[in-house]
């Protein structure tokens, strides 16, 4: 199995010594033996030679708008375009989630209600459920939030998997081969909690956003196990 990480955002000084980067989280959660892991910076237009030769393409989160008119998102949209015609399995998170989205014939926008930060609950649908991967998924799931963009309208094909009391659209799929999501399986509590207080201190996220967000980071927890099993079954069944 061949995966190539298209990565769209860099970590936060707290994270990157922590963590390493966001293509390093993603490979921290999902990559098994055998498997190989390849990570494209795709702001600096780097991209597998040919599309062709990886299984499946992650896609990560970004503090850019997947909506923009950048010339690297434009890229990225015409590559994704050409993984999903080749039949290459793609899984978005957060701004990939968004990007695939709009690469795929639907729409990503500024969210009407404005920032989602911190731990929430997702209401899964019944198509997810019979998803191979959703079959033992209880129908709630916390994930954890950083994002002021959204989906707002799906790809054609698409399913919705799953939902949220402020984002309608958290979590959809395209048949077996695409599979995205607004949260952040791959983040930690820590990783949330330092983009919420530098953007806060920026006055990027309002305060009453941010006091609700850190008792969400105090009082509950990711079901990240879920995610996780969740996602390997996608990329690798």
């Known amino acids: 199995m061949r995966v190539a990480v298209l990565l769209t955002g860099y970590a936060t000084g707290y994270t990157a010594q922590k963590y390493g980067t966001y293509a390093d989280l993603f490979r921290h959660l999902l990559e098994e033996p055998g498997s190989t892991w390849d990570t494209f910076d795709v702001i600096q237009g780097e991209y597998p030679r040919d599309l062709a030769d990886y299984d499946a393409y992650v896609v990560t989160g970004s503090a850019s708008d997947a909506h923009a008119t950048e010339p690297w998102i434009q890229d990225l949209n015409r590559k994704l375009r050409e993984a ?8 978005g998170v957060c701004f990939g989630h968004q990007a695939v989205a709009n690469a795929l014939g ?5 969210a009407d209600q404005g920032w989602e930060v911190g731990i929430h609950a997702l209401d899964l649908t019944e198509a997810a459920t019979k998803k191979t991967y959703g079959h033992n998924l209880p129908t709630n799931l916390n ?4 994002h002021r963009d959204e989906v707002k309208r799906l790809p054609p094909g698409a399913e919705l998997l799953a939902s949220s009391a402020q ?17 952040h399986p791959e983040y930690f509590k820590d990783i949330v909690s330092d983009l919420l207080e530098g ?7 309002p305060e ?5 967000a850190r008792q969400s980071l105090a009082t509950m927890e990711p079901d990240r196990n879920a995610f996780q099993v969740m996602l390997k079954t996608f990329l690798y069944g």
């Open 208 to 212: 009453d956003v941010a006091v609700v």
């Open 143 to 146: 994930v954890l939030q950083t």
């Open 106 to 110: 639907g729409a990503s926008h500024r």
């Open 199 to 205: 953007r806060a201190l920026r006055g990027l996220i």
């Open 167 to 183: 984002t309608p659209i958290q979590m959809y799929a395209v048949g077996h081969q695409v599979l995205c999501m607004q949260g």
């Open 84 to 91: 999903f015609d080749c039949g290459r399995k793609i899984l």
